[in-house]
């Protein structure tokens, strides 16, 4: 009841008499003492008992600056850097000289809530002081001194200011009381799969799929058997949910620590993993890969010999036989004299995210992104910026195909365990391109077989090649399509007549993912096909640039069967003179022939005859079955 009084009188502003100061020396003395061996406690590591000291001797004498001082070094290393802070202030204002060695440590805290002004500030004053001038603390300072600078510029010149972070735990069907981490994401967003440590380094795979109400099913491990009583590690399962590689260490069939190894989903499930080989794997550490959306190149990081230092960011591409050809170290764009780590390619194929410490930041490893230039090389990286990074070491991160929805793992206050899947929303300036897909099965037209064609992608203007995807052996394909361009997909497989589909994504308010089964007819004397993509300025026999996309696709198939002979078509609408139509009609179909033979194909090859509106395949009396009948044909004379 007395210390009651006491702390009433004190809140009240009223003087202690002298004779309660008298009886509370003993209490003082002893609040030092245990003020002492909680310093103690701490060097030892021993925190939680370090914290139950100093929280007694506060609870003993409240104005004891050298206890909260403690209080502050326990959650600084615990990076409760707020309270932290909190904690360092009231040891500041009730004992100026107590802060004293505990000043670079608050310059940290304050860094770690974002006022990197104050922390700046704090250690440029520290600078000149003796604590400062000893060749370790000036080491140390300095190092802090540029992160913090990097912290105030970075601030000074970001553009999202209305940017606020806050993750969201995906909630106990996902998360457990293990930690969960690495998590890898199909492109419709349906299947989130990631790692799980059960205990005693057994780490296997789970996944979590979405109901039909949008919410996480609770998370099992995945089917089959990728999964083993020994230790399976990073992972990333591809865009399609086809392919997964993942690290193992120390297998039997293994080339050194942690090799790569790859896994294939069946109707059963997922199966055995398979080593990747010698050209991926060495007697180094391999980990933390990343398929490219379409499957043709495998992003990786390696300790290889002859890399920038420390581990690096390597690439291999997917060899025509099935092989993966030998690794490219990303170079010094990306990798430095640092540990590069856990890339992530975006579903954009050009959106490259990554953990560096050697790239100027705030911390130990910083989350950064580096976009592909038209020339294939990677951009400078960009930092991603505070709250994302923060003084402390940051962990991968994934976004899905929207480029806006961030996933990672991480250890906040309201995990369920340790590590928790926390979703979040990038800022503007860390995202990258709305990718949008096309995903389907391609088949024989008569036969009903698949096909494992070839699927080329090109800017429906230009005509300019993107990329090429190969179906599976089932026919079964994914194509990726980044906002902001129009795309012609092409499909072909030598013997067939090529299916070519535009895809408008250069206004995206609309655009939605779509399935495009394809039935390939096979080539066939006498046999036509509308080329549909060819287009001519309004009643004139110019063509439009748009059709060079469509056109170089019939080059192609043109040079792959050197011994085909072809007839284009002309064809019009029935409106205008019959003389005219038939005029314009031939004018057109000569004005593709001589575009195939600028493009090496030989005349004799190629005959042009134009029909004029004499074969329409729609009803002439609307607008939309007039432009059905405008239209060019292949037709083969001989095969």
Known sequence: ML????????????????????????????????????????EEGENLQAMGLFREAISIDSNLARAWAGIGAVQSEHKQHEVAVQSFLRARRLDPTSMEPFLPTLAEDLAGIGSFSEALSLTDSLMQTPLGSTAAMKKYLEKRRTRYLFGVNYQANRTDTGYRFEPQNLGPLVNSRDPEYLPSLTIDGSQLAFTRNRGSRNEDFF?????????????????????????EGAMHISQDGEWMVFAACSRPDGYGGCDLYISYRTPSGWTPGINLGGRINTDQWETQPCLSPDKQSLYFVSRRPGGLGGSDIYVSRLLSN?????????????????????????????TLYFTSPGWPGYGNDDLFLSRKQPDGSWSKPENLGFPINTIDRDGSLIIAADGITAYYASNRSDSYGEMDLYQFSLPKHARSTPTYWIRGNVTDSLIGKPIAAILYLREAESGNAIKQVQADTEGNYLVTLPAGTNYLLTIRQP????????FEMKKTSDAKPQQLNVR????STNASVVLKHVYFRTNRAELADSSRAELMSLVELLQENPGLIVEIGGHTDNQGSASENLSLS????????????????PSNRLQAKGYGAGQPIADNSNAEGRAKNRRSEMKIIRK
């Open 207 to 231: 996944a979590s799929e979405l109901d039909s109400n949008g919410k996480w099913k609770v998370s099992q491990p995945l089917p089959g058997e990728v999964n083993t009583p020994m230790n």
């Open 322 to 350: 099935g092989r993966w050809d030998d690794p490219l170290n990303l170079g010094p764009n990306i990798n430095t004299s640092g540990d590069e780590q856990c890339p992530f390619l975006h579903a954009d194929n050009q």
């Open 495 to 502: 013997g067939y007549f090529f299916h070519s589909e535009v």
């Open 586 to 601: 031939k004018r057109r179909a000569e004005a593709v022939v001589h575009f195939l033979t600028d493009q090496g194909i």
């Open 3 to 42: 210390r009651v009084w006491i702390l009433i009188l004190i809140g009240l502003g009223w003087a202690i008499p002298i004779s309660v100061q008298a009886q509370s020396k003993a209490a003082i003395k002893k609040a030092k003492q245990l003020c002492e061996q909680g310093f103690l406690r701490l």
């Open 520 to 523: 390939l007819r096979p080539l």
